[in-house]
């Protein structure tokens, strides 16, 4: 039997329809809760280097299917690489409630492991994460932490090896160092090889501005000096300063990343930043997938980057050896 449907029906039934649809999505949409992630950094927000970290991880998440806005927040905090800010800070992203946290250096961690230890989080730039207490180990890290570390200390020794190499006459080298927070295997590795390059190493500690200045202009006073500046959120917060003093005073230096070098810095030998925020967002997609953070191993940087300013090694008088131009991922002029 043929059944027909005028024209009013059919229209009624496709309108009834069609206001359905609008519920059906705006149901699923319900159903999908929109995810909640925790920054915590350093550089301040309006920092070109800490602005393309930020788009290097915002930019994987979305390739992951997380788009801020959409299905995900993003809340973000900016320590500056002040303890009371970033205890403040880590303070208000916990009681948030986020679904992870990525944290930026080693007392950021510190502080936010501190108060939670349920919350997910997810760390970059901690050189020493066992040492500083944040894991039980790389490979099983336990707990509700994990991340990605900058470097193995070999890298210490090699930032001794390129500043001989484009200042040979340095004979004393000054290492910059968070006196609130001193990292001890960085300068222990300059240490042990500091005899085979005959060079006299010092550790220099400093808290605010005005003891950078002090330290190395202090200690620019003496002949065939040197500048060595390992990674430190204290450092990279004040790089336009420590760069700048650098050049005023005369003092070869090697830095622990790019954005010295484009502030007026020697040379810098390090990772990429960037890759390292992208990884992050890789272990933060996990976890919001469900994954155990603490059963995700804490990974080490494998892409480095050496930097040099040609500019800068003229106003110093030297010669950078053909050697290290090859080498080098980028020469500014």
Do not use: C
Request: hydrophobic share 45%; net charge positive; no cysteine.
């Amino acid at each position: 039997m043929t059944v027909t449907i005028g024209r009013r029906e059919l229209l009624a039934t496709l309108g009834g329809a069609a206001a359905a649809w609008p519920l059906t999505a705006r149901a699923q949409q319900a159903r999908e809760r929109i995810r909640r992630i925790g920054v915590l950094t350093n550089l301040p927000e309006n920092d070109p280097d800490a602005q393309s970290r930020d788009a290097g991880f915002r930019q994987t998440l979305q390739q992951l299917g997380w788009t801020d806005g959409r299905n995900v927040r993003i809340d973000y905090r900016f320590a500056l690489a002040d303890a009371e800010r970033t205890r403040k800070y880590a303070a208000e992203l916990v009681a948030l409630a986020p679904d992870v946290i990525l944290a930026v250096g080693t007392e950021v961690t510190a502080s936010l492991k501190r108060l939670t230890g349920t919350v997910p989080i997810v760390f970059v730039l901690v050189p020493d994460p066992v040492g500083a207490g944040l894991v039980n180990s790389l490979a099983r890290p336990s707990g509700n932490v994990t991340g990605f570390t900058p470097y193995e200390y070999g890298v210490s020794a090699k930032w001794l090896e390129l500043l001989k190499e484009i200042a040979p006459k340095v004979a004393r080298v000054m290492v910059l160092r968070d006196a609130a927070v001193p990292e001890v295997g960085q300068f222990a590795t300059i240490q042990a090889v500091a005899r085979s390059f005959g060079v006299e190493v010092s550790p220099v500690g400093a808290r605010d501005p005005g003891e950078i200045e002090r330290g190395i202009t202090a200690f620019s006073r003496n002949s065939n000096s040197g500048l060595i500046v390992p990674g430190s959120a204290f450092a990279a917060v004040h790089y336009n300063l420590i760069a700048t003093l650098a050049a005023r005073n005369k003092l070869p230096a090697i830095y622990f990343a790019r954005m010295f070098v484009t502030a007026g810095g020697l040379i810098s030998y390090g990772i990429d930043f960037v890759d390292q925020y992208r990884q992050a967002a890789g272990y933060v997609d996990r976890i919001l997938k469900g994954a155990n953070p603490g059963e995700l191993p804490v990974q080490q940087a494998t892409k480095f980057e050496m930097v040099i300013n040609l500019k800068t090694a003229k106003a110093l008088g030297l010669d950078v050896p053909d050697r290290l131009l090859a080498l080098a991922n980028e020469v500014i002029d």
